[in-house]
């Protein structure tokens, strides 16, 4: 398991805006995509929740987020940064 490419910011798409952290601020999102499933997430701030789809995770985290950490039993943890 590898993470491949960069994230990048969509300029044209706003996912989740009633999303909110603890703090009631609008989370980030994060679209993983996968022939894998059963992935487990963790962030610095933690990770406020996940939409997990076949193919396909979306999580959310804080705004000012930097790191996620992407766990699946088997493989070394991977960082998205």
Known sequence: MSVSGKAQKSSYEFVGSNIRDANGRICAAIK???DRDGFKYQANNGVARVDDMPGRDMVYLQP???????YQTGYEPQRAL
């Open 64 to 70: 000012d987020e930097r790191v996620l950490e992407i």
């Open 32 to 34: 993983v995509i996968s």
